[in-house]
């Protein structure tokens, strides 16, 4: 249905306008519209299949709704609530997946999937500040985001005869990231997440991104550009942050642009060069996400060793890899 404008350029937009449109919210009404990622997932998984993205939406309420009925005693620490709900939403948002794959409803895609953890990080924002608030909050960001993303689109596309969908035929018919067993691997990266963030009150790079890192770093050229890449914006970010004190939301957005920025260019150049080689394994959103959540938290958490937290998580998740998938290949070969 929206084939035309479902490209990656069209999807990078989207991210970084909702991040911005997030914060400029947050600093006029003092409320946060479910995060920084939350307008321009939204719009993405919209883009990919709207009756999915409908479904996410709705599973917040039921995970937000579950959470405070059955769950909530759990919860002790500041993020332990996210785990939780993590947890819950991963494992239903999942079978719906699957069901609506079947279907024909949705693509088999990472990008698809990257809607199983959306009801989480909206239900997570329920339990900090008044429901009707945070909705409002999310529909006004997403309808604004929507409107600049489309005005651009349609003003450099059809004023400027600029290409929006240069990248996608770069990885037609080529390798991708792609998980046989995606449930499996996000469960054991929050397991192990969790664990460490229990006893050491360490959130090791976001929650659900060590299988995308895992992935990245098992190939040489893929790890050089992904490290590459998460030098290159964690000292920009960190150079930004020390000279302005921006934290928080501001800091996540900071560093989501400077992500989407660098892969962008990277992609770019290696299309220019060589379009035979994949700078990523592919286009999606994840490897940005990635990028972003492990500069982020190694700011936030800069004086708790947190790189070694994060190798830990990575390291479990590459051993997962290769058991769960790797190695049933190199056997059946």
Known sequence: MFELINTPEVSRLALVIGAFTSVAYKNIYGINPGGVIVPGFIIILFLISPIWCITTLVLSFVVYFIYKRFLEQTSYKRRTPMYVLS???????????????QLGWLVDSLDSLSGTLLPAVIAFTFTKQQINKVVKGIVLTTLFTAFILFVTYGL???????DFDTLKPLYLGKEIIEFKYPFIHFYITLAVGYLIYRYKDIRPGGYMVAPIAAVLLIHPLTAITFLLGCLIVYTITQLICKFTLIVGLKRYALALFLSTIYVWITE???????????PFKGSNIYVIVTIMSYVNDTILYSKKQIKFYIFVTVIAAMIDYILTEGLPELLAS
């Open 268 to 278: 770019l150049l290696f299309l220019y060069f060589d379009s035979t080689i994949l």
């Open 156 to 162: 450099f596309s059809y004023l400027f005869d600029l």
């Open 87 to 101: 947890f819950f939403s991963l494992g239903v948002a999942n079978l719906i997946a699957l069901l609506y794959i």
